[in-house]
């Protein structure tokens, strides 16, 4: 089983190729999505066929009900909160070559410490589960020292526990040092390159690798975009690359990235096998519109 916890919002997606000529009305492709990362991961386990328990916040509102509904109909189990907060939002806007995100955490924000410890005991019961945690499911003090507790108790099954740290905003708003205990109690630490560089303090990624691996003692892995990932376990450094496309649309690619990863190493528990096949996966994603194209579903290489 697959345990996963994260941000749950609804993306609303604007590409505009060219902008307005008096600055005020544009055409544009405009597509409503579910999305957050941990609704994306999840998605992605989905479309690899994997079973998925997923734990997040929701809202009371229309926007909680087609999350709800939506993860329902791809056969997740939604194991987190409703609350009478504002479910999630984020506005992608991609207009003349430009990229911007604005995001309203809303519910997300509204976390319950103690719903979510429920949660991570929940995966901590059979050896060989997978735990996905989102950097975004940390911002609140409460988990943080939950997940320690939870991870470090003796009396419990040990999940292979994931982690991907989430933004530079994200993990600036909890400290480095923060960022980096939590990533101690994890097997694996996903983050991406920009990441990685300001958590290892370092701009050299092969260095930064090395340095976070021994400050964390976990295997980690780097997203270097369109250049591919790294690997570093054990002082050792595996580099894959990327595959050569024209990117129709990047948003969630890192998400892909992790879901691939995790499900492989679930089937081969071969770090450089699940590289592979998480770079492959992101590659497809990303040459598809949308945060969670359903192209993806079935999915088999």
């Not at 997300?108 to 103690?114: E, F, G, Y």
């Not at 740290?165 to 480095?176: F, N």
């Not at 129709?248 to 990235?257: K, L, M, Q």
């Amino acid at each position: 089983m697959f345990f996963v916890t994260g941000d749950l919002n609804i993306d609303a997606t604007t590409v505009a190729p060219i902008l307005s000529p008096s600055g005020k009305e544009a055409q544009a492709d405009i597509m409503l999505s579910c999305g957050g990362q941990g609704g994306n991961v999840a998605f992605f386990l989905r479309c690899l066929g994997r079973p998925v328990q997923l734990f997040g916040t929701l809202g009371t509102d229309v926007a909680g009900d087609l999350y709800v509904s939506h993860v329902t109909r791809l056969g997740i189990a939604y194991a987190g909160d409703r609350v009478d907060t504002p479910t999630g939002m984020v506005s992608v806007v991609q207009e003349a070559g430009s990229y911007h995100m604005y995001r309203q955490r809303g519910a997300n924000a509204a976390v319950d410490p103690a719903a979510f410890t429920r949660f991570v005991r929940s995966a901590c019961k059979a050896t060989g589960d997978f735990l996905f945690v989102s950097g975004y499911s940390l911002l609140e003090e409460g988990c943080r020292m939950a997940l320690g507790t939870v991870l470090t108790s003796s009396a419990l099954a040990r999940p292979v526990v994931v982690m991907d740290p989430a933004s530079i905003d994200a993990m600036s708003s909890i400290g480095r040092d923060a960022v980096l205990a939590a990533a101690r109690l994890c097997d694996y630490l996903l983050p991406n390159e920009e990441e990685a560089c300001w958590l290892a303090q370092e701009a050299d990624a092969r260095e930064t690798v090395r340095i976070l691996h021994r400050s964390t003692g976990a295997t980690i892995v780097v997203k270097l975009g369109a250049r591919g990932a790294l690997l570093c376990s054990d002082e050792t450094i595996i580099m894959e690359p990327g595959i050569a496309l024209t990117p129709v649309d990047v948003t969630g690619a890192g998400d892909s990235f992790a879901a691939a990863f995790l499900s492989a190493l679930a089937s081969k528990s071969d770090p450089a096998i699940a590289l592979t096949a998480a770079v492959r996966f992101s590659g497809t994603k990303v040459h598809l519109q949308g945060t969670q194209p359903e192209e993806l579903l079935g999915y088999t290489g």
